[in-house]
């Protein structure tokens, strides 16, 4: 276990919440800045503007990337059953 997970197991609940928090907004407002730049490659596109394509597939990609790494930090759940 990580020194990270084991200080989770630790942490005051109020600042957990407010860390969980952040990170599920950080992770809301990445998601949503993708679907606008897809979007908007996608309207330019269909205008034969196609330059624009490959860097918004690219920034897609890096944002995706990012978001999949930020999820490394969400709490894994130990509940018992």
């Given amino acids: ?3 990270f997970r084991k200080s989770q197991n ?8 407010n860390i969980l928090s952040t990170l599920i907004f950080i992770l809301v407002f ?3 800045i993708q679907i606008w730049l897809l979007y908007a490659a996608l309207n330019n596109a269909l205008d034969n ?3 624009i394509l490959i ?3 690219i920034a897609s990609l890096v944002l ?3 978001g999949f790494g930020w999820l490394y930090y969400l709490p894994k759940g130990n509940f018992k059953r």
Avoid at 10 to 17: D, H, Y
């Fill in 49 to 51: 503007h196609k330059e």
């Fill in 1 to 3: 276990m990580s020194n």
């Fill in 64 to 66: 995706f990337l990012i």
């Fill in 10 to 17: 630790q942490a005051n609940p109020n600042k957990l919440n």
């Fill in 55 to 57: 860097p918004a597939f």
């Fill in 30 to 32: 990445n998601v949503s």
